[in-house]
């Protein structure tokens, strides 16, 4: 099965709710009696004839483990073993968006190498450090629009050179718990529930575009934002750096 026909294959509609990622666990693991295991397996590219067993666990101490729910299925083919890695996405509001990846912009520092002068201006942007400006919008931090048309575009170039690596690493994550898949479940109750099952290349590109400073003052890559996390009831962590996708878009 080529690429096209499981992106073709992966959206479907399911009779029967989800409460939990444990759900998704739990039906991979009764693939034989679950049709919608099965559907999921066909997505990505097996056959069920040809299948012997599947053990499916979610994983933790993964790349993203902070923020994402990862499932890894080993699935025992007659003639050989696979092992995918999933990451699971249950969503409630089609229309809301779901952080896919969070930390103190120190730690994007060691996996971007980011400059120092890049590294300043962006915990001004997220209230690490305060505003450079006299009066600015919220006396915590600096929306981008308030920086000087010289360190705007000094964030923008940063992030349209360093893009694919950024994507790569808020979207599927390093190292042997990367994922190849991204599963999107939009949850309503215990009627008809919706889903997706995509490769990660295919999600990597569909959140893709050019880099831009959004309305509000943030920035964006594609169809994902980049934000200060907030809230936290006035938390310290309120100041990390945030990236957010709507993971419905992934739903036809």
Not at 35 to 53: D, H, P, R, T, V
Not at 179 to 202: C, S
């Amino acid at each position: 099965m080529d690429i096209k026909d499981k992106i073709k294959l992966g959206s479907e509609t399911a009779k029967g709710g989800f409460r939990n990622e444990e759900d998704v666990v739990n039906r991979f693991n009764n693939w034989r009696k679950d049709n919608l295991a099965q559907q999921w397996l066909k997505a990505m590219g097996y056959s069920i004839k040809e299948i012997e067993f599947v053990k499916a666990l979610k994983i933790k101490g993964s790349y993203k483990a902070d923020v994402q729910v990862q499932i890894q299925i080993t699935i025992k083919l007659k003639e050989e073993i696979d092992c995918q890695n999933l990451q699971v996405k249950l969503v409630s509001n089609p229309q809301g968006f779901n952080q896919i990846d969070k930390r103190w912009v120190k730690k994007y520092v060691e996996m971007w190498d980011i400059k120092d002068d890049i590294v300043k201006l962006l915990k001004h942007f997220t209230g690490e450090l305060p505003p450079y400006i006299i009066d600015p919008r919220d006396p915590r931090r600096m929306f981008v629009d308030e920086f000087s048309e010289e360190d705007q575009e000094k964030l923008l170039n940063f992030l349209r050179k360093n893009k694919t690596l950024i994507l790569a690493d808020i979207l599927k994550g390093r190292g042997k718990f990367s994922a190849e898949w991204m599963l999107v479940i939009i949850k309503n109750g215990d009627e008809e529930t919706r889903w997706a099952l995509k490769p990660m290349n295919y999600v990597l590109n569909f959140y893709d575009g050019d880099v831009a400073i959004t309305p509000r003052g943030s920035f964006k890559i594609g169809k994902i934002t980049i934000q200060r996390k907030g809230g936290d009831n006035g938390r310290p962590t309120a100041n990390m750096l945030q990236f957010k996708i709507n993971p419905a878009l992934l739903v036809d």
